[in-house]
C-alpha cells in the first residue's frame, strides 16, 4: 500500500463568491498542510484581496509554477488567473466565470497527468461558467466528460448522518420522469453499491431506494413509476446481489429517520435527495463524483453571493471535502491492494467451463 503525503488540488471557484474565503479559513487550520500537500489553482493576488479586505492576518503560501515544486508542510498556490482579472464580490460576472474556469481546466489537467493525486472544488457559478468551451450544467457533467473515459459520473452527498446518491442531477424537474427507467436506477444501484465499497470501506452495504411520486405512488393512483419501473429495477439489482430496498415515499423516510439503518440513499432527482441532506448537514456534507478513475470532493453549498466578502462563511464544509478526499483515496488504494491478486475459482458453475485447481499434485514450487 502507497502511504505517500497526498497532493491536493483545490480549485478556486467563482472569484465573486465565498470560495477564496472557505479554502483560506480551511487550509489556514496547520493540520490540513500536516495530513497532505495542498495546492490551491487560482491567485495569490485575490487571495490577498479578501483577506485584505475582511481584515485578516495574511496566510503564508508557497507560490509555485507546478506541483512538482509544492513544498509539504506549506500551503501552496498556483497563480493561473490573469493579473488584471476583476474581482466584484457577490457579481455574478463572465468574467469570474472564466476565471473559474481557467482554474478547473489547469487542475483537471494536472490530475490526469497524476501531478496531484485528487481535486477539491469550491463552488462555481452555473450561469457565470458557462462558455463556448464549458457548456455543462455543472462540475459533475464536465468531470465526467473530461476525467470518465467512458465512465458514468454518480453524484453522492456524504456526512458522518448520511450518503446520498442521485439517478439524475441537474436535469429540469419537468424532465425527471422521463429519465427515470429501469435501466438508469439498475445501472445507479450497481455504482452507488461499488462506491460504497470501494470508497467507504463498506462490505456489503445495505441502499435505500426512494419512490418518486409521492407515497410511493398509492398502488399506482399517484403514478405508476413505482410498480413499473423502481420496483423491477430493486429486483433486477437485489439479483446482483445488491441489498437494495424499496421503493421509500421519501417524506417519512426522512422524517423517521429511517436512512439511519442504510448505508447509503438512492434518490430520483436532485431536490429529493439534497434537500433533506442539507437539512441534516448543510454545515460538514460533501459532494463527492462517484463512479471515475479520479477522486473529486467539493462543499455542498453553492458560491453565497449573498455574503461574499463579509468573511461570515462556514468553512467547516470545504474542511470536510478535503478530509473526504484524502480518506476516499486511501480507500481505494486499499482496496485495490487487497483485491490485486484474486484467487481463482475453485468450484463448478452448471453449464459454464470450470477451472479445478489440483492441490493433490507436488510440483516442487515450495521445495
Known sequence: MNNKKLKIGITQGDINGIGYEVILKAVEDTRIAELCTPIIYGSAKIAAYYLKGAEQQPVPMAQVASPSQAKENEVNIINVVPEDTKIEPGVLSKSAGEAAFIALERAVADLRAGEIDALVTAPINKDAIQSDTFHFPGHTEYLEASLGDGAKALMILCSDAMRVALVTT???ISKVPAAITTDAVVEKLVAFNDSLKKDFGINA??????????HSGENGLL?????????????AARAKNILAFGPYASDGFFGTESY????????????????PFKAKSMDSGVNFT?????????????????IAGKWEASEESMRQAIYAAIDIYRNRSNDAYAYRNPLRKQYFEKG????????????????
Open 290 to 306: 462517484a463512479g471515475l478513475p479520479f477522486v473529486r470532493t467539493s462543499p455542498d453549498h453553492g458560491t453565497g453571493f449573498d
Open 205 to 214: 452495504p445495505r441502499i435505500a431506494v426512494l419512490s418518486l411520486n409521492p
Open 352 to 367: 459454464k467451463d470450470n477451472v479445478v485447481l489440483d492441490f493433490t499434485k507436488d510440483e516442487g514450487a515450495n521445495d
Open 260 to 275: 439511519r439503518v442504510f448505508d447509503g440513499v438512492l434518490a430520483m432527482y436532485h431536490d429529493q435527495g439534497l434537500a
Open 170 to 172: 441537474h436535469l429540469p
Open 223 to 235: 403514478g405508476g413509476e413505482e410498480k413499473e419501473i423502481i420496483a423491477p429495477a430493486i429486483e
